[in-house]
């Protein structure tokens, strides 16, 4: 790899930092060529991309980047970098659950929102239900009241008909 080519990833790496909403950091060691194209189908589907790149440029691309630079620590080893530009809860679920099933992947760190993310903090995300049940929880929760007062509302109908009908039964 010549020089340009160098400076070349190195720039794409920014531009990918600076375009996501989240990157991760995962060592990927003793992954099978079928088991890396199987994670980036996944990762594409949700919004994600994989890069590999050596651990030095991801050093100099990670410097020039706005407060990146404390995933500088943990970029050792064979990585390689997850970047997530819609939704960052999928794409930590498709690695936290890709990771369930192949023990090789291991979450190193992650940069969510000018944050460092460790393991644990990515694996709570991963956890966290989707958009849509989060949606669907809130509208539940914003309906209740109004259901609670249709239920009272009925409720005294429902009792003056049954005291009428008391009240029928008897004069019969």
């Known amino acids: 790899m010549n020089r340009q080519q160098k400076e070349d990833v190195v720039k794409q790496l920014q531009h990918d930092f600076s375009e996501s909403q989240a990157s991760f950091v995962v060592d990927y ?101 989707s958009k849509e049940v989060l949606y669907a929880k809130l509208c539940g929760t914003l309906k209740a009241p109004a259901v609670g007062l249709v239920n009272v509302l009925n409720q005294h109908v429902l009792q003056l008909v049954r005291i009428l009908k008391h009240i029928g039964e008897q004069k019969k």
């Open 29 to 129: 060691r003793g992954l099978s060529v079928e088991q890396m194209q199987k994670l980036r189908k996944e990762l594409r589907e949700k919004g994600g991309s994989l890069k590999v790149a050596k651990v030095r440029l991801m050093k100099r691309a990670v410097e020039q980047v706005d407060n990146a630079e404390s995933l500088t620590p943990y970029l050792k080893d064979q990585l390689a970098l997850v970047f997530s530009k819609e939704e960052p809860p999928a794409v930590a679920k498709v690695l936290y659950d890709f990771a369930q099933d192949n023990e090789q992947l291991q979450m190193v760190a992650g940069y969510l929102d000018s944050e460092l993310l460790t393991k644990e903090a990515i694996v709570s995300i991963a956890k966290l239900p």
